[in-house]
């Protein structure tokens, strides 16, 4: 999705600028590249540059040395800051929120923010035209579609510009939000961080917009046994009433919490045991049963571990069949090539998985949520496995002559590794594969470091350089046989 079509156009093309130059941090660039990477006239980037160091002093831009851009590296921080600034003013994205999703009326927008008719009529064209892009069609001034789909939506763009901050909801629809949060927290005794905090206030607010404008969810997702509704009756009773005290239908006001609590339960904030929908989601239990079986035939996987493992497999799969959110801070794939580089086997069955698995196909996943999946799948699987387990360990005995205590020292300082997959010696012997000291040991041919003082930063780098480096040997090894 394009965020940035709900910014008024020169915002936009602001931001374009200084997304630009970040990603241009420490690298040469010229005035004559920059007009080249945004396809703005060398009048409006002089115009947007100046407004830029108005908006960001600190950046201090400036292209007098031989043309070349000079400024302060843009961190992630002042992008996000922007972002939200330029939301809050745009007229685009306040029609977006107040009139699309609020539903309050056109006339109604139109005079409080004291714009003229043609004004109103761009506005809309360009908010609409974003939507139709997203297969969300605008009948009356109403967002229409498949109802997870349009709440999806409506949760990627508010939190692509809101999400830490305030969301720019109305004043009744945010006490009404915040009292259910404060509920659901006390019922559930739920302990979230700040950000799960955020995420579940957000979702909270366009379920109960939603309801209130009559938008409902068709589906029942999944249904609660026995045990948990003796548990929580009451509790239960009390957020159907609260999410839809408009609802006179009980299933339809069992469908919204039902919708709630699976957003809880795959967002790992309450673990439930719900049975979920066998005609919806047989094929997203076969997928993750089929990821578990894969990754057992090719590693060590105990069984006290399969079940954890299905158990999240489970959880991502459901969340980005329902709940699919295209705005995430993990979708850039260079960080690929670490894994492939540590973790060989694991990063090609995941790749292999994602883009080959028949139902993931079937949803048509945009790079973004490929990538998300890459990162959940391999955080699961390395947070739950033992490195160990997912291949033969790089070896290394340690040996100081500064005597025990700073060779153990080192030892438990090499703990930081572990993604590394390194197994630490007692003796040294025909397997060692890297000696760390602070003498060369001449009957050893293998990698050896010499440290004469306390490694530094460098030290470690350097380090993991070395193991990484064997790594490769070993997967080309692994490759060939």
């Known amino acids: 999705m394009d965020y940035l079509a709900f910014l008024d156009d020169e915002d936009r093309d602001k931001l374009t600028v200084l997304m630009t130059l970040q990603s241009y941090n420490d690298q040469y660039l010229t005035q004559k590249r920059l007009i080249e990477q945004t396809g703005l006239s060398k009048f409006l980037l002089e115009k947007?540059?100046?407004?830029?160091?108005?908006?960001?002093?600190?950046?201090?831009?400036s292209d007098e040395l031989y043309d070349e851009m000079s400024y302060h590296a843009i961190s992630n921080d002042t992008v996000q800051k922007i972002q939200h600034m330029y939301a809050q003013r745009s007229l685009k994205f306040r029609f977006f929120v107040e009139v699309l999703i609020e539903e309050k009326t056109v006339k109604k927008f139109q005079e409080e923010q004291h714009i003229a008719k043609t004004t109103l009529y761009q506005i809309r064209t360009k908010v609409l035209?974003?939507?139709?892009?997203?297969?969300?069609?605008?009948?009356?001034?109403?967002?229409?579609?498949?109802?997870?789909?349009?709440?999806?939506?409506?949760?990627?763009?508010?939190?692509?510009f809101y999400f830490g901050e305030s969301y720019p909801f109305s004043s009744q629809c945010r006490n009404e939000a915040k009292q259910l949060l404060q509920l659901l927290i006390s019922y559930f005794n739920l302990d979230l961080t700040f950000f799960q905090k955020k995420k579940l206030s957000l979702f909270i607010h366009i379920v109960q917009i939603r309801i209130k404008?009559?938008?409902?969810?068709?589906?029942?997702?999944?249904?609660?046994?026995?045990?948990?509704q003796q548990t929580y009756q009451r509790q239960l009773t009390m957020i159907e009433q609260l999410l839809a005290p408009s609802l006179e239908s009980t299933s339809e006001s069992s469908k919204e919490s039902?919708?709630?609590?699976?957003?809880?339960?795959?967002?790992e904030m309450l673990d439930l045991e719900l049975t979920f929908n066998k005609e919806m989601f047989s094929k997203t239990k076969e997928t993750a049963q089929t990821l578990l079986n894969s990754l057992s035939r090719q590693f060590q996987v105990k069984d006290s571990q399969k079940k954890e493992l299905y158990d999240s497999f489970?959880?991502?799969?459901?969340?980005?069949?329902?709940?699919?959110?295209?705005?995430?801070?993990?979708?850039?794939?260079?960080?690929?090539?670490?894994?492939?580089e540590v973790y060989s086997s694991l990063h090609r069955l995941i790749l292999h998985f994602i883009r080959k698995e028949p139902f993931l196909l079937s949803l048509e996943l945009s790079k973004n949520d490929q990538a998300k999946l890459y990162y959940d799948i391999m955080f699961t699987v390395l947070s739950s496995l033992e490195p160990?387990?997912?291949?033969?360990?790089i070896t290394i005995y340690i040996d100081f002559s500064h005597g025990l205590a700073y060779t153990e020292y080192i030892c438990q300082s090499l703990q930081r590794f572990?993604?590394?997959?390194?197994?630490?010696?007692?003796?040294?012997?025909?397997?060692?594969?890297?000696?760390?000291?602070d003498y060369r040991l001449k009957k050893a041919t293998c990698q050896q470091i010499i440290w004469k003082q306390p490694p530094t930063p460098s030290d470690w780098a350097k380090f993991a350089d070395v193991v990484i480096e064997l790594r490769e040997k070993e997967n080309e090894k692994n490759t060939l046989f």
């Open 129 to 160: 035209n974003s939507l139709k892009k997203e297969k969300i069609l605008i009948q009356k001034n109403k967002m229409i579609g498949p109802e997870m789909h349009v709440r999806s939506i409506i949760f990627d763009v508010v939190s692509y």
């Open 388 to 393: 160990v387990q997912l291949g033969r360990p």
């Open 48 to 61: 947007y540059l100046k407004e830029l160091n108005l908006e960001c002093p600190e950046l201090m831009i």
């Open 258 to 267: 039902n919708y709630l609590l699976t957003f809880l339960f795959v967002s």
């Open 213 to 228: 404008n009559q938008h409902m969810i068709n589906e029942n997702l999944c249904m609660i046994n026995e045990k948990t």
């Open 314 to 340: 489970l959880k991502k799969l459901l969340s980005l069949s329902i709940f699919r959110q295209n705005y995430t801070t993990f979708v850039d794939t260079a960080a690929y090539s670490y894994f492939a």
């Open 418 to 437: 572990r993604d590394l997959n390194i197994s630490i010696q007692n003796r040294f012997n025909n397997e060692t594969q890297i000696v760390l000291s």
